[in-house]
């Protein structure tokens, strides 16, 4: 056994990347006893070379019509006396008995001492090369937690905010911290127990994990015995690893890892393992963000589910490594989506933000918000090339209250524009004087006419009141999503000033409402005389300002009869 052990770990060792690496003879599930003994092939410390420690099968475990079995086994030997047992990070690491692989170490017994563990057989986890492989139609979203627990995840570039905000995002439990590398590279030499990673994100940011290889079959890998995040046909970036060492814990410990160069794609995340080529590489989307004078730059790797959350932290964490603190700033974000669902190519917004407590959070809204929109078709794939994020902060409160509104003229006639002279107080400034003219609108009634003037933050309360029905749509998908598009890039800014008609209160009689009726047929009537459309009659008027307004008031006109 010991000199058949050492043949194999030889063969290994001599052959060099260019060597294609056949799959080696298996066993079934079926054929193990318990006390069958073998050994387990892996990588512990920073010398980055293979190693293998004892095995001895304790028995199997069926999972039951429809799920995974397991087997159980025992580790032992010097290799687990240095570690002190299993590791997450292990996994993966194949499994042989009387020289033929059994499947990869999967899992240890939660809270049990970390020398008995579960291996995934390889029969089921051959079974995922067989899958089919449509890269070009990312995963579809999940509702449930991002990463299976097993997994080990690295982040790095994120701050200790910037690594909670990802956290949250994925709804992960643990983040480890790592190095990597955004390099392409041709050529690997990856052999079953070697350190390899699975990303979605590589460059200036990395989110990944790392373990290790099952098994290899020419260009094919097999690895980590569990899942990476379980969503199926995915486009993951294959990584190299470098192991760092190994940290011990009383009931597990972990194999802390460096994610190397990007060798290949990762095409099936399943439940007994992950699956990938080498050498073919994933699709992606080049992510930049400036933050004041600072740079920064990524890459995604592509998936409708992930990429909205994932550009949405990079902004997130390159803002709070820049500003250091993220409270009493104010923050100006802007963002190019290079996209197909756009006829211009490209989806532009940009807006100012302030917050006394995490502006971060405030600020990278709109850009989850479009990145997420522009993945909703359910007419057709909308791709996206590229994301530019532009970001200027400054320390400080940068906001200003509306204190009060004037019309020049003290009687007004429907569709007359008049100017209104608009006083506003900045934070801990003088006063400053806005003239801002202002089209009545054309149903505005005789009498007292009351309009709101408010920060485009702010919802009006006539919007509010209207919230709450909801018509249903006899429109296309196509339109609809054309609309919701158009509609994100309409909503007024935070420093917009934004005057527009208040709700009108609701006719309280019959007279009233016969009154209201009649009103508007004579206005109805004079609208088609005069060619004027709906969309016509009651215009909002937008002035952008250098502050984030923060309140509402309201201005009464004094309107003559139409």
Not at 415 to 422: A, I, K, P, Q, R
């Amino acid at each position: 056994m010991i000199i058949l052990r050492v043949l194999i770990i030889l063969f290994l060792l001599i052959f060099n990347y260019s060597t294609a690496f056949a799959l080696p003879p298996t066993m079934p599930i079926s054929e193990l006893q318990p006390g069958m003994k073998g050994y387990a092939l892996t990588v512990v410390d920073s010398s980055n070379k293979i190693k293998s420690f004892d095995v001895e099968i304790l028995g199997t475990l069926d999972g039951g019509k429809g799920s995974s079995s397991y087997i159980m086994a025992r580790a032992s030997g010097p290799v687990i006396d240095y570690t002190g047992g299993v590791l997450q990070g292990m996994s993966g690491s194949p499994v042989y008995i009387n020289g033929k692989l059994v499947g990869a170490l999967s899992a240890i017994m939660k809270d049990m001492r970390p020398f008995v563990f579960l291996i995934t057989p390889i029969d089921s986890m051959l079974d995922i090369w067989n899958l089919q492989d449509d890269f070009i139609k990312p995963a579809a979203p999940r509702t449930k937690k991002f990463l299976d627990e097993k997994a080990l995840f690295f982040c790095s570039g994120f701050d200790s905010k910037g690594a909670e905000f990802l956290k949250d995002a994925l709804n992960i439990k643990d983040l480890a911290v790592a190095a990597s590398s955004s390099e392409i590279k041709s050529g690997t030499a990856l052999e079953p127990g070697s350190a390899f990673g699975v990303s979605v994100v590589a460059g200036d940011f990395i989110v990944g994990a790392t373990g290790t290889v099952t098994a290899l079959d020419d260009k094919k890998l097999l690895g980590f015995g569990h899942s990476f995040a379980h969503l199926g046909n995915v486009n993951f970036f294959m990584n190299e690893a470098s192991v760092v060492g190994a940290i011990p814990g009383l009931s597990g410990g972990m194999k802390m890892a460096n994610l190397g160069p990007i060798i290949g794609r990762i095409n099936q995340d399943r439940e007994t393992g992950v699956a990938g080529i080498i050498g073919s590489f994933p699709s992606k989307i080049p992510i930049q963000v400036h933050v004041n004078e600072e740079n920064y730059g990524a890459i995604i790797a592509y998936n409708e589910s992930l990429v909205p959350k994932l550009g949405a932290a990079i902004a997130y964490a390159a803002l709070s490594k820049k500003a250091d603190s993220l409270s009493e700033i104010t923050v100006k974000l802007g963002f190019d989506i290079k996209t197909n669902a756009v006829d211009s190519g490209i989806l532009s917004r940009e807006n100012l933000f302030y917050s006394p407590t995490d502006v971060g959070l405030l600020s990278i809204t709109e850009l989850l918000q479009a990145l997420t929109l522009v993945n909703s078709s359910t007419i057709s794939e909308k791709n996206i090339s590229g994301i530019d994020v532009t970001i200027t902060y400054e320390n400080g409160r940068n906001t200003a209250s509306l204190v009060s509104a004037k019309c020049d003229k003290k009687l007004v006639k429907p569709g007359e524009t008049v100017n209104l002279t608009v006083t506003l107080q900045p934070y801990r400034k003088a006063e400053e004087k806005m003239i801002i003219p202002y089209t009545v609108p054309l149903t505005a009634a005789a009498g007292n006419f009351v309009i709101d003037i408010h920060g485009g933050g702010l919802v009006q309360v006539s919007k509010v009141q209207a919230a709450g029905t909801v018509a249903p749509s006899t429109k296309s998908p196509a339109q609809l999503y054309s609309e919701q598009i158009s509609a994100l890039l309409r909503t007024p800014k935070n420093n917009e000033i934004v005057i527009g008609a208040a709700a009108r209160p609701a006719p309280k009689t019959e007279k009233e409402l016969k009154a209201e009726i009649k009103r508007l047929q004579k206005l109805q009537r004079r609208m088609e005389q005069l060619g004027i459309k709906p969309s016509q009659i009651s215009p909002a008027n937008r002035v952008e300002t250098n502050y984030v307004i923060d309140n509402v008031i309201q201005c009464t006109l004094n309107v003559d009869k139409l």
